[in-house]
């Protein structure tokens, strides 16, 4: 006896008029769903755009308003300056101070980032093998970047003073004359120079001992198989895979240093004589220092600053991309 197969008989329009408005109500409620996950990261992405839109593009556009603008301190609480364009770049680049001020910043940037770096890379090679209390001492290393950078600076001010500095009793105890570290046009910089080199070392010491971290150790035991030395190690090995790592010190580095304001002005003020003065304190003594600030000078100095920053975290950029497509 032979069974027929039924096949189901196909839907009919009124079937498919009853199915569409349930898929079109599923959808409906998936809709909302979006939109109040969209609300949702929107929420979450407000505090960010308003704190950024507060203390960094308002500050930023203030700070070009008043560099275009001839302001005094009347014209600063009515806000009725009178637009001069670009008239208080020319006369700051025009003054007599732009010149040492420019070289100070570089001489002062170039020489704290050198040696910031390089000290900072051998601690973190040095802090590589594990030993007893390397914790620690890794933690004590730490002190100078946790300090206010106020105490950190007075202490510096305290060692190298000329009469009763610890630095120039250490000096006459083994015969060498006292050295006017901070009231000589000859020192001024190099002092401010060496304490913003022991107030960087921590950070590029942090960053760099990271790096290292992240570096496979079989690498280094392969290298060490194919007969090289420690040295050759570090510098083929070691060296180009902190690559990046270093990149990033440096340009972190290089902003910061390029803004350092509290260590020069607590320490000498940017003298004797403008002799360690750098484009970041005499902003500050241009807007702020006088009975009779310039604003605009003193942002026009502040924005050059940013430019000169901004310059080279465009260099940063197009040559990690490059690197990136290589």
Do not use: C
């Not at 890794?138 to 106020?150: D, E, K, M, Q």
């Not at 107030?199 to 496979?216: D, R, T």
């Not at 083929?236 to 010190?249: D, E, G, K, N, Q």
Request: hydrophobic share 50%; net charge positive.
């Amino acid at each position: 006896m032979k069974h027929a197969t039924q096949t189901p008989a196909p839907p009919t329009a009124a079937g498919r008029r009853e199915r569409a408005p349930a898929s079109r109500a599923g959808g409906g409620r998936r809709a909302p769903a979006r939109r109040s996950g969209q609300w949702a990261a929107w929420a979450f992405l407000a505090p960010v755009v308003v704190y950024l839109l507060a203390f960094y593009v308002y500050p930023l556009y203030r700070n070009v308003d008043l560099s275009l603008r001839n302001y005094t301190v009347r014209s600063f609480v009515q806000g009725d300056a009178p637009f001069t364009g670009l008239a208080n770049y020319a006369k700051v680049v025009g003054d007599a101070t732009f010149g040492p001020a420019l070289w100070h910043t570089v001489v002062f940037t170039g020489v704290s980032l050198a040696f910031q770096f390089t000290i900072g890379l051998a601690l973190a090679v040095f802090f590589t093998r594990n030993f007893r209390l390397s914790a620690t001492l890794r933690a004590l290393f730490l002190v100078p970047w946790l300090l206010p950078l106020i105490v950190s600076s007075s202490t510096w001010s305290w060692m190298l003073n000329s009469e009763s500095g610890v630095v120039n009793a250490v000096l006459a105890a083994v015969g060498i004359d006292p050295v006017n570290w901070l009231t000589s046009p000859d020192w001024s910089l190099w002092s401010v120079i060496i304490a913003n080199i022991w107030i960087g070392i921590p950070f590029n010491l942090v960053v760099l001992y990271s790096g290292l971290q992240a570096i496979p150790s079989h690498i280094h035991e392969a290298a060490a198989l194919d007969g090289a030395n420690g040295w050759q190690r570090f510098w083929r090995v070691t060296f180009p895979l902190l690559r990046p790592v270093s990149a990033i010190t440096l340009l972190l580095g290089l902003v910061y240093t390029l803004k350092v304001f509290d260590i020069i002005w607590i320490m000498t003020k940017g003298g004797p004589s403008d002799a360690s003065t750098t484009l970041a304190t005499w902003s500050y003594r241009l807007g702020f220092g006088n009975l009779l600030p310039s604003f605009g000078p003193g942002a026009a100095v502040g924005n050059l600053l940013i430019v000169i920053a901004l310059v080279f975290g465009l260099v940063y950029i197009r040559v990690q991309r490059r690197q990136g497509a290589a």
